[in-house]
């Protein structure tokens, strides 16, 4: 079974850049669309970015224009450059598939946190 692992993860301040990556332990070049969630405390857990198999891209509100997602499918390795990070944008991130029936176990996630 495919395992995910989250890294990149750090304290930052506000206005800072952080680089996530996620690396999975087999291929998910067939998966249709790959995303980066993110869990703050006492909150769900949201979609924040996707990129599909075909390369398109989409974002939440929230992170547009600020993050990017890109993946490589030859080393079964996901992205999510974070740039001019808010306090707001505290939180756990994990990637995964976005499609429930494509589904991984969850990974460890990566803490990120970011000082006002």
């Known amino acids: 079974q495919v395992q995910l692992v989250e890294s990149g993860g750090d304290l930052v301040q506000a206005g800072g850049s952080l680089r996530l990556s996620c690396a999975a332990s087999g291929s998910i070049f067939s998966i249709n669309a790959m995303g980066w969630f993110r869990q703050a405390p006492g909150k769900q857990r949201e979609l924040v970015a996707h990129i599909t198999s075909g390369g398109f891209t989409n974002y939440a509100d929230s992170v547009k224009g600020r993050f990017t997602i890109s993946r490589d499918s030859a080393k079964n390795t996901v992205y999510l450059q974070m740039n001019s990070l808010k306090p707001e944008d505290t939180a756990v991130y994990y990637c995964?598939?976005?499609?429930?029936?494509?589904?991984?176990?969850w990974g460890q996630g990566t803490q990120v946190t970011v000082s006002s």
């Open positions: 995964n598939a976005v499609h429930i029936r494509e589904r991984f176990p």
